[in-house]
């Protein structure tokens, strides 16, 4: 059994910062890779960023990239999604998300949403022209 639960959603003006987090709790955090994924109304669930077990690679959704920066703190069982110079369409819920797998795992892995056996509840953030 793995729980998520996400924070830090909020409204905030084009150009402007948010940091979300993700607790997790249920399993050895620091064994397991993280992701985070959104979705907008209308559209489907899309990835964003991921982070290996020792947070040694990191991988980008290329619409945020050189914009967003993935981090995690094993020790506080906490995975975290910087956004800088967020724009409008950036819109969405964020959701957090623990893979089925461990280890060292691809590119390919991360970015699969079947690849992720557990998801939180989803923290809010809009973005206003």
């Known amino acids: 059994q793995v729980q998520l639960v996400e924070s830090g959603g909020g409204l905030v003006q084009a150009g402007g910062s948010l940091r979300v987090s993700c607790a997790a709790s249920g399993r050895t955090f620091s064994s397991y890779g993280m992701g985070w994924f959104r979705q907008a109304p209308g559209k489907e669930r899309e990835f964003v960023a991921a982070?290996?077990?020792?947070?040694?690679?990191?991988y980008y959704a290329d619409s945020v990239k050189g914009r967003f920066t993935i981090s995690r703190d094993n020790a506080k069982n906490t995975v975290y999604l910087q956004m800088n110079s967020l724009k409008p369409e950036d819109t969405a819920a964020y959701y957090c998300?623990?893979?089925?797998?461990?280890?060292?795992?691809?590119?390919?892995?991360?970015?699969?949403?079947?690849?992720?056996?557990?998801w939180g509840q989803g923290t809010q953030v809009t973005v206003s022209s």
């Open positions: 982070i290996s077990w020792n947070g040694g690679t990191k």
């Open positions: 998300a623990a893979p089925r797998g461990s280890g060292y795992l691809a590119s390919s892995y991360y970015r699969t949403q079947d690849s992720y056996g557990y």
